[in-house]
């Protein structure tokens, strides 16, 4: 059987649109000579629709959609993911649902069984999971639909399950003899290789050939890597999607000829490459053609400025160097250099006459006080309202250029350089910022040599560093990397080597700048673990863990 994967980008509530994407790829798999062909979970409305499925309204243009698709679908079968009505009460009022449809209709539905609700995912607010589950019968076989989640189960693949049943299993024992699952799964990075692993699994030990077409796109925080997979009965790969890219696959699962090895990229290119499109896809979803953003010619701003026009052109991306009397003629050169390398309009804009304007304004009220981090603070937010001011007359989005390790310790101003519609890089470390900028330089120098090497240091104050207030980097994002993404105890962590006080320093540090986060600009993410939609943690709170 030669099924068609349609590995495609879509936007949440853009129902024309995705249905028109759908329909044209659908008729080239059909010219490919497919003949069973399978797009993404909920691809008619995007994922996740979140709020939006509380609409009436919304619920009734998807409805539509699905109708109108239908009725373009011929001979070959269509299955596609959208929001159905749960007719049965009680219980949630929608269902998570995939429609098959055939010669203007649809001839069978299905409902998702397991629902996500952990980290990014609160699937379980909207939809009634599925009781049930039986193979479609299609050209004399049967076919065991999943969605997402429903394959993410396997008891030989988890130490731990989060669910009791197991709709692939109950599929098989109903005689299913492939195994197609629809879905929408988040890219953090290594997750395209455990997939691809715990599919495997699936389809050696079931004994059936296994297809997984995944979604593909940036929506909001979330990225979607694609890596549309089709396995033989063995597990053995016969074909594997694009990584960040539309595709198309056409495959006989059937086929007994060569298999694949999958080479995937290094960590720094699939991490760049996954930022990339979620720039792309966040400023075009949103309405927006450019960008703007601070050079300091450091670090985090050069590597964000690299994304940016990776990711939408250089002719759309504006920097702007905005130097006070701190900054360096370093700093300034290595913003002009970067600039020129990558072909960018730079704009030089001092802060330095408003500084000092805002510097008389205050100097009654501050009569009698030392200089102290309001300077530092006023310096940033000045910055902020001047990118501010160029994205309003320029309709242009703002890009923040922070990095995790500064919005997990608060090392960051509110309304300076926190001030933005997109936290690019929010979700890498301040060593991964490191690595994937020597990659971007693998082949010839295009963020200044100096901006690697020199000490990291947000120049608002004479001779500052980093390091005045934070450990080392390296100490930093390791202690981060065990308390944030891998939660763990103090006590852990000073097991592993840490000193006391450092990681005690640290953790309060992430405690109380719970309260910046929650109004920063959302970060694209990259991690199992990034502050954002799936970390909860309430502002006004006293645990303090003790050593």
């Known amino acids: ?30 010219a490919a000579g497919a003949e069973f062909v399978v797009a993404p979970e909920l691809f008619l409305c995007g994922y996740p629709p979140r709020d939006l499925l509380l609409r009436a309204d919304f619920i009734e243009a998807g409805l539509a959609s699905l109708l109108e698709t239908a009725q373009a679908v011929g001979a070959v079968p269509l299955c596609v993911g959208y929001v159905d009505r749960n007719p049965t009460r009680p219980g949630r009022p929608l269902t998570n649902s995939a429609a098959v ?12 069984s397991l629902l996500p609700t952990y980290d990014v995912f609160d699937e379980d607010r909207y939809f009634e999971p599925s009781r049930s589950v039986a193979p479609l019968e299609f050209a004399g076989r049967r076919l065991g639909l999943t969605i997402c989640e429903d394959i993410w189960n396997d008891e030989d693949f988890w130490p731990e399950r989060l669910y009791r049943r197991d709709p692939v299993k109950e599929l098989i024992q109903q005689g299913a003899e492939l195994v197609v699952n629809i879905s929408a799964s988040p890219w953090h990075a290594g997750k395209e290789q455990t997939r691809l692993a715990m599919l495997q699994r699936v389809a050696r030990d079931e004994r059936v050939p296994l297809v997984q077409v995944n ?33 198309l696959l056409v495959v006989d699962v059937d086929a007994d000829g060569p298999t694949l090895e999958a080479r995937w990229p290094t960590r720094e290119e699939l991490l760049f490459r996954a930022l990339a499109l979620g720039v792309r896809d966040y400023v075009r979803k949103c309405g927006f053609s450019s960008v703007v953003l601070g050079l300091s010619g450091g670090i985090d701003s050069a590597l964000t400025a690299v994304i940016a026009v990776e990711a939408l052109g250089a002719e759309r991306v504006m920097g702007v160097s905005m130097p006070s009397r701190y900054s360096s003629a370093g700093s300034l050169g290595d913003a002009e250099a970067l600039a020129r390398h990558l072909n960018i309009r730079l704009e030089v804009l001092p802060i330095e006459p408003v500084f000092q304007a805002v510097e008389r304004q205050l100097a009654g009220v501050f009569a009698g006080r030392p200089a102290d981090i309001t300077e530092e603070n006023i310096q940033s937010r000045l910055r902020g309202l001047t990118l501010m001011a160029l994205s309003n007359k320029f309709g242009s989005l703002v890009l923040t250029t922070g990095n995790k390790s500064e919005m997990a310790v608060g090392y960051c101003t509110l309304y300076g350089d926190m001030c933005g519609a997109l936290a690019v890089i929010g979700d890498l470390f301040k060593t991964e910022v490191y690595r994937i900028a020597r990659w971007v330089n693998r082949e010839r120098e295009i963020i200044p040599a100096a901006s690697l090497v020199k000490p990291p240091s947000a120049e608002l104050r004479p001779n500052q560093t980093d390091q005045d207030s934070l450990p080392p980097y390296e100490t930093l994002d390791a202690i981060l990397q065990l308390y944030v993404v891998e939660e763990q105890s103090k006590q852990a962590i000073v097991r592993r080597g840490f000193d006391p006080a450092v990681v005690n320093d640290v953790i309060n540090k992430v405690t109380f700048s719970e309260y910046k986060r929650r109004q920063a600009a959302p ?8 502050f954002g939609m799936g970390r909860r943690v309430p502002i006004a709170q006293r645990f303090r863990p003790a050593l």
């Open 523 to 530: 970060g694209l993410k990259v991690s199992p673990r990034a």
């Open 1 to 30: 059987m030669r099924i068609g994967l349609l590995q495609l980008n879509a936007t949440i509530g853009d129902f024309d649109g995705n249905r028109r994407k759908l329909l044209a790829a659908y008729q080239k798999a059909c």
């Open 101 to 112: 449809m055939q010669s203007g209709r649809i001839v069978w539905r299905t409902d998702k």
């Open 215 to 247: 979604m593909v796109g940036g929506n909001d925080e979330l990225i979607f890597d694609g890596h549309s997979v089709v396995l033989n009965r063995r597990g053995e790969l016969l074909a594997l999607g694009r990584g960040f890219a539309e595709d």
